[in-house]
Protein backbone atom coordinates (compact mmCIF):
# COMPACT_ATOMS: atom_id res chain seq x y z
CA UNK A 1 0.00 0.00 0.00
CA UNK A 2 1.57 3.55 -0.78
CA UNK A 3 2.42 5.80 2.13
CA UNK A 4 -0.16 8.53 1.43
CA UNK A 5 -2.99 5.51 1.53
CA UNK A 6 -1.47 4.79 4.54
CA UNK A 7 -1.98 7.81 6.26
CA UNK A 8 -5.48 7.96 5.01
CA UNK A 9 -6.41 4.53 6.55
CA UNK A 10 -9.05 5.04 9.38
CA UNK A 11 -9.12 8.68 9.20
CA UNK A 12 -12.11 10.01 10.90
CA UNK A 13 -12.74 13.96 11.30
CA UNK A 14 -15.04 14.93 14.03
CA UNK A 15 -16.32 19.06 14.00
CA UNK A 16 -15.09 19.98 17.67
CA UNK A 17 -12.50 17.69 17.66
CA UNK A 18 -9.05 18.26 18.44
CA UNK A 19 -6.28 17.32 15.87
CA UNK A 20 -2.56 17.87 15.23
CA UNK A 21 -2.04 17.78 11.16
CA UNK A 22 1.76 17.35 9.67
CA UNK A 23 2.38 18.33 6.15
CA UNK A 24 5.53 18.13 4.41
CA UNK A 25 6.67 19.82 1.17
CA UNK A 26 7.70 17.64 -1.40
CA UNK A 27 11.00 16.16 -1.63
CA UNK A 28 12.00 17.70 2.13
CA UNK A 29 12.56 21.24 0.01
CA UNK A 30 12.66 23.77 2.21
CA UNK A 31 10.92 26.22 0.63
CA UNK A 32 9.49 28.09 3.99
CA UNK A 33 13.13 29.23 4.78
CA UNK A 34 11.85 32.05 2.71
CA UNK A 35 9.71 34.40 5.24
CA UNK A 36 7.64 35.67 2.80
CA UNK A 37 7.33 32.25 1.61
CA UNK A 38 6.45 31.06 5.01
CA UNK A 39 3.91 33.82 5.11
CA UNK A 40 1.76 33.09 2.14
CA UNK A 41 1.00 29.25 4.09
CA UNK A 42 0.25 31.08 7.46
CA UNK A 43 -2.47 33.53 5.29
CA UNK A 44 -3.82 30.23 3.86
CA UNK A 45 -4.15 29.25 7.71
CA UNK A 46 -5.58 32.36 8.72
CA UNK A 47 -8.31 32.30 5.75
CA UNK A 48 -9.35 28.72 6.97
CA UNK A 49 -10.18 30.11 10.63
CA UNK A 50 -12.13 33.34 9.13
CA UNK A 51 -14.07 31.01 6.75
CA UNK A 52 -14.73 29.31 9.98
CA UNK A 53 -13.21 25.53 8.69
CA UNK A 54 -10.97 25.47 11.53
CA UNK A 55 -10.22 26.82 14.96
CA UNK A 56 -6.04 27.24 15.11
CA UNK A 57 -4.83 26.73 18.45
CA UNK A 58 -1.45 26.60 17.23
CA UNK A 59 0.77 26.76 14.66
CA UNK A 60 4.41 26.30 13.26
CA UNK A 61 5.75 26.79 9.63
CA UNK A 62 8.85 25.09 9.66
CA UNK A 63 11.48 25.24 6.69
CA UNK A 64 10.06 22.18 5.13
CA UNK A 65 6.54 21.00 6.72
CA UNK A 66 3.98 22.24 8.66
CA UNK A 67 2.45 21.57 12.24
CA UNK A 68 -0.91 22.98 12.74
CA UNK A 69 -2.99 22.49 15.99
CA UNK A 70 -6.88 22.73 15.09
CA UNK A 71 -10.10 22.37 16.41
CA UNK A 72 -12.04 21.25 13.77
CA UNK A 73 -15.57 23.57 13.34
CA UNK A 74 -16.87 21.91 10.05
CA UNK A 75 -15.76 19.44 6.72
CA UNK A 76 -13.40 17.09 7.03
CA UNK A 77 -9.38 16.75 7.80
CA UNK A 78 -8.70 15.95 4.31
CA UNK A 79 -10.86 18.46 2.60
CA UNK A 80 -9.28 21.67 5.27
CA UNK A 81 -5.60 19.90 3.79
CA UNK A 82 -6.64 20.23 0.75
CA UNK A 83 -7.50 23.57 0.66
CA UNK A 84 -4.27 24.38 2.66
CA UNK A 85 -2.14 22.85 0.48
CA UNK A 86 -3.80 23.75 -2.97
CA UNK A 87 -4.32 27.44 -2.26
CA UNK A 88 -0.91 28.02 -0.77
CA UNK A 89 0.69 26.25 -3.71
CA UNK A 90 -1.12 27.90 -6.38
CA UNK A 91 0.26 31.42 -4.29
CA UNK A 92 3.61 30.12 -3.76
CA UNK A 93 4.36 28.49 -7.06
CA UNK A 94 3.10 31.94 -8.71
CA UNK A 95 5.16 33.83 -6.52
CA UNK A 96 8.36 31.95 -6.61
CA UNK A 97 8.01 31.44 -10.31
CA UNK A 98 8.04 27.62 -9.95
CA UNK A 99 5.70 24.81 -11.23
CA UNK A 100 4.95 21.58 -10.08
CA UNK A 101 3.60 19.85 -6.48
CA UNK A 102 4.67 22.30 -3.73
CA UNK A 103 3.45 19.56 -1.13
CA UNK A 104 4.14 15.87 -0.60
CA UNK A 105 0.98 13.72 -1.21
CA UNK A 106 -1.26 13.30 1.91
CA UNK A 107 -0.99 14.13 5.92
CA UNK A 108 -0.46 13.22 9.09
CA UNK A 109 -3.25 13.74 11.45
CA UNK A 110 -3.31 12.59 15.32
CA UNK A 111 -6.34 13.23 17.04
CA UNK A 112 -6.43 14.27 20.83
CA UNK A 113 -8.34 12.68 22.90
CA UNK A 114 -7.85 14.19 26.11
CA UNK A 115 -8.11 18.11 27.10
CA UNK A 116 -4.60 17.70 29.07
CA UNK A 117 -2.94 16.57 25.66
CA UNK A 118 -3.67 19.44 24.47
CA UNK A 119 -1.25 22.22 25.85
CA UNK A 120 1.92 19.46 26.29
CA UNK A 121 1.19 19.67 21.97
CA UNK A 122 1.10 23.25 21.30
CA UNK A 123 4.28 22.93 23.51
CA UNK A 124 5.59 20.65 21.15
CA UNK A 125 4.61 22.57 18.07
CA UNK A 126 6.32 26.14 18.55
CA UNK A 127 9.17 24.41 20.13
CA UNK A 128 9.93 22.82 17.10
CA UNK A 129 12.15 25.18 15.91
CA UNK A 130 14.22 25.29 18.70
CA UNK A 131 14.43 21.72 18.90
CA UNK A 132 15.55 22.12 15.04
CA UNK A 133 18.29 24.11 16.24
CA UNK A 134 17.46 26.98 13.96
CA UNK A 135 16.89 28.97 16.78
CA UNK A 136 18.02 29.73 20.60
CA UNK A 137 15.07 31.01 22.10
CA UNK A 138 11.09 30.28 20.67
CA UNK A 139 10.44 33.73 20.42
CA UNK A 140 13.10 35.01 17.75
CA UNK A 141 11.28 32.33 15.19
CA UNK A 142 9.29 34.12 13.01
CA UNK A 143 6.72 31.62 11.71
CA UNK A 144 4.52 30.79 14.67
CA UNK A 145 1.79 31.26 16.81
CA UNK A 146 -0.35 29.90 19.57
CA UNK A 147 -3.59 30.76 21.50
CA UNK A 148 -1.60 30.18 25.03
CA UNK A 149 0.61 33.38 24.20
Do not use: C
Amino acid sequence: MPHSARLRAGRFSEPQHIYLLTATTENRETLFSNFTIGRLVVAELKAAQQDGLAESLAWVVMPDHLHWLIALQQGSLSELMRRIKGRSAKRINALASRQGKLWQDGFHDRALRREEDVLPAARYIVANPLRAGLVNRVGDYPLWDSVWL
